[in-house]
């Protein structure tokens, strides 16, 4: 009987091991997530105590604002809408809108960023309709905040329009928007600090501004020219840091030749260079000078580097003026674009060096035979610390939040999403596959790209055009006169405070 219930009692305790090995199992079971792979259940384990990867530790830069479904809402940005079939390609494509798939790469990724933002937060992403001219946006941008009107959301305006920001007391400080992420990515971090005025921020750059991305201003380089007239390298040059405006002087010279023999160059000569005058104001400002650069209380002071920008000056207008290389585009008369009708052609058939514009005449060299490089502004000399891209204020757009609209945290909400899946979406298909690979042809102009776009400079006497100082410099470069340049500025020393103080005072306002 003794060895029997001993026998009974091992049975039994056996068969409760197993029993309780089975509802332990079971249980381990239901709280791993229904998990089949054992490995997966190891690894997780044994992970526990060991400290997390990269990828682990990365957490996604945009994240959607939890809960938030606006209803259908329409979303309305003041802007241009693509509609004007005119004579830059980029014309045909809207930043703001894209009703439809058509097979353009750029305006398909509009169209997909915006499909993608309407699913996320129950939005329609509308455009409040202005031709592609600066001198349009402004009547529709006054006129509605002027009158109280919550007419648009956002507004998408030019550099050229941003002087009505100084004048009347119609944009939101951005800074006030706490659901506002000016520190991501996808908003230029140079124009975050460099835009605003007194501590308020009324305009800024974002990846959603990409007329803002084609309209830094380049130097074309005619790859068939450089090989014709044994030039050399030139993106070796930009990548040691000896692209300079002298060095780019003296290889226009090798480049400029006399084709109708009449002992003069002439536009219908080979050329060196073709410019427009008021690219001193950009040299001025990619060799990192400004008029009125920012004291510590982010105030726009009177304070230029007089004898740096002396020397730009000189620089860049014997550049400019030497008759024996360079020809001015407003010296060319009778075209009712002389940019479109003889300065382009002119190019493609390879009959000019160096053509100094935006990015977005790239899209009209598609039709190029010969390959073209893209390069940033030169340096004004070699210890110049990098080089910087000016962004060109006719194309050139800004984000801005009218001081009408009713729900700005909604506002910056969509905004932030817009630039995001930008981002994501339309800067890749305007930097990388359209720009790089299907016009500019090769890596090293990826290289330039990078350089161009990274380094972004922003000069608030030139965007808001403070003391008419455009005007001026644009007419020490046409004069030829550029010893004229410190007597210049000392003469519009007192306009240029004064348009300061009227712009701080309007800020003041708000």
């Given at each position: 009987?003794?060895?029997n219930?001993?026998?009974?009692?091992?049975?039994?305790?056996?068969?409760s091991?197993?029993?309780?090995?089975?509802i332990?199992?079971?249980?381990?079971?239901?709280?791993g997530?229904?998990?089949t792979?054992?490995?997966?259940?190891?690894?997780?384990?044994?992970d526990q105590n060991?400290?997390?990867?990269e990828?682990?530790?990365?957490q996604?830069?945009?994240?959607?604002?939890e809960?938030?479904?606006?209803?259908?809402?329409?979303f309305?940005?003041l802007?241009?809408?693509?509609?004007?079939?005119?004579?830059?390609?980029?014309?045909?494509i809207?930043?703001?809108?894209?009703e439809e798939e058509?097979g353009?790469?750029?305006?398909?990724?509009?169209?997909?960023r915006n499909?993608?933002?309407?699913a996320?937060y129950n939005?329609?992403?509308?455009?409040?309709?202005?031709?592609?001219?600066?001198?349009?946006?402004?009547?529709?941008?006054?006129?509605?905040?002027?009158?109280?009107?919550?007419t648009f959301?956002?507004?998408?305006?030019?550099?050229?329009?941003?002087p009505v920001?100084s004048?009347k007391?119609m944009?939101c400080?951005?800074?006030?928007?706490?659901?506002?992420q000016?520190?991501?990515s996808?908003?230029?971090?140079n124009?975050?600090g460099a835009m605003?005025?007194g501590?308020?921020?009324s305009?800024v750059?974002?990846?959603a501004?990409?007329?803002?991305?084609?309209?830094?201003i380049?130097v074309?380089?005619?790859?068939?020219?450089?090989?014709d007239?044994d030039?050399?390298?030139?993106y070796k040059?930009?990548?040691?840091?000896?692209?300079?405006?002298d060095?780019?002087?003296?290889i226009?010279?090798?480049?400029?030749?006399?084709?109708d023999?009449?002992g003069v160059?002439t536009?219908?000569?080979?050329l060196?260079?073709?410019m427009?005058?008021?690219l001193?104001?950009?040299?001025?400002n990619?060799?990192?000078?400004?008029i009125?650069?920012?004291?510590?209380?982010?105030?726009?002071?009177?304070?230029?580097?007089?004898?740096?920008?002396?020397g730009?000056?000189?620089?860049?207008?014997a550049?400019?003026?030497?008759k024996?290389?360079?020809?001015s585009?407003?010296?060319?008369?009778?075209y009712s674009?002389?940019f479109y009708?003889?300065?382009?052609?002119?190019?493609?058939?390879?009959?000019?060096?160096?053509f100094?514009n935006q990015?977005?005449?790239?899209?009209n060299?598609?039709?190029?035979?010969?390959?073209?490089?893209?390069?940033?502004?030169?340096?004004?000399?070699e210890n110049?610390?990098?080089?910087?891209?000016?962004?060109a204020?006719?194309?050139?757009?800004?984000?801005?939040?009218?001081i009408?609209?009713t729900?700005t945290?909604?506002?910056?909400?969509?905004?932030d999403?817009m630039g995001?899946?930008?981002?994501?979406?339309?800067?890749?298909?305007?930097?990388?596959?359209?720009?790089?690979?299907?016009?500019l042809?090769?890596?090293?102009?990826?290289?330039?790209?990078?350089i161009?776009m990274?380094?972004r400079?922003f000069?608030l006497?030139?965007?808001y055009?403070?003391?008419n100082?455009?005007?001026?410099?644009?007419g020490?470069?046409n004069?030829?006169?550029?010893?004229?340049?410190v007597?210049?500025?000392?003469?519009?020393?007192?306009?240029?405070n004064?348009d300061?103080?009227?712009?701080?005072?309007?800020?003041?306002?708000n």
């Amino acid at each position: 009987m003794q060895m029997n219930l001993k026998r009974a009692i091992s049975i039994v305790s056996i068969i409760s091991i197993v029993l309780l090995l089975l509802i332990v199992t079971a249980a381990l079971t239901s709280c791993g997530n229904s998990k089949t792979d054992d490995s997966d259940d190891v690894k997780q384990t044994t992970d526990q105590n060991q400290p997390p990867s990269e990828e682990q530790a990365a957490q996604p830069e945009f994240t959607p604002v939890e809960g938030a479904d606006y209803g259908g809402y329409k979303f309305r940005i003041l802007g241009y809408d693509g509609a004007d079939k005119g004579l830059w390609q980029i014309m045909h494509i809207s930043e703001i809108i894209a009703e439809e798939e058509i097979g353009e790469p750029i305006h398909d990724a509009v169209y997909r960023r915006n499909r993608e933002i309407e699913a996320l937060y129950n939005v329609e992403i509308a455009c409040v309709v202005t031709t592609c001219y600066p001198e349009d946006f402004v009547p529709k941008f006054t006129k509605a905040v002027a009158a109280g009107d919550d007419t648009f959301d956002a507004a998408f305006l030019r550099g050229a329009n941003l002087p009505v920001l100084s004048t009347k007391n119609m944009a939101c400080d951005l800074y006030t928007i706490p659901s506002l992420q000016l520190s991501k990515s996808w908003w230029d971090q140079n124009s975050v600090g460099a835009m605003s005025i007194g501590g308020k921020l009324s305009a800024v750059i974002s990846d959603a501004n990409l007329y803002s991305a084609i309209a830094p201003i380049v130097v074309f380089a005619n790859k068939k020219l450089i090989t014709d007239n044994d030039i050399g390298d030139v993106y070796k040059l930009v990548r040691d840091g000896k692209w300079t405006w002298d060095v780019m002087y003296d290889i226009a010279k090798s480049a400029a030749k006399d084709l109708d023999g009449d002992g003069v160059i002439t536009k219908d000569d080979q050329l060196g260079l073709v410019m427009q005058h008021l690219l001193l104001q950009a040299g001025i400002n990619s060799a990192g000078e400004y008029i009125t650069p920012k004291n510590e209380e982010d105030i726009p002071v009177f304070a230029p580097n007089i004898a740096k920008i002396a020397g730009m000056a000189e620089k860049l207008v014997a550049f400019f003026s030497d008759k024996t290389v360079t020809v001015s585009a407003e010296s060319m008369t009778g075209y009712s674009n002389q940019f479109y009708d003889f300065i382009l052609p002119k190019y493609c058939n390879n009959q000019i060096l160096f053509f100094v514009n935006q990015l977005l005449f790239s899209f009209n060299l598609r039709d190029m035979e010969a390959d073209f490089a893209v390069l940033p502004l030169p340096k004004y000399d070699e210890n110049q610390d990098k080089y910087g891209s000016v962004t060109a204020s006719w194309w050139g757009t800004y984000t801005v939040i009218p001081i009408t609209c009713t729900d700005t945290g909604r506002t910056a909400n969509i905004l932030d999403a817009m630039g995001y899946y930008a981002q994501k979406y339309v800067m890749p298909a305007y930097y990388d596959r359209t720009v790089t690979n299907k016009l500019l042809r090769d890596d090293d102009s990826a290289e330039m790209m990078d350089i161009i776009m990274k380094n972004r400079v922003f000069d608030l006497a030139e965007l808001y055009n403070w003391g008419n100082i455009n005007g001026i410099l644009a007419g020490i470069s046409n004069s030829g006169k550029s010893d004229t340049v410190v007597s210049q500025l000392e003469k519009i020393e007192s306009k240029v405070n004064s348009d300061i103080q009227k712009t701080l005072a309007t800020l003041q306002k708000n």
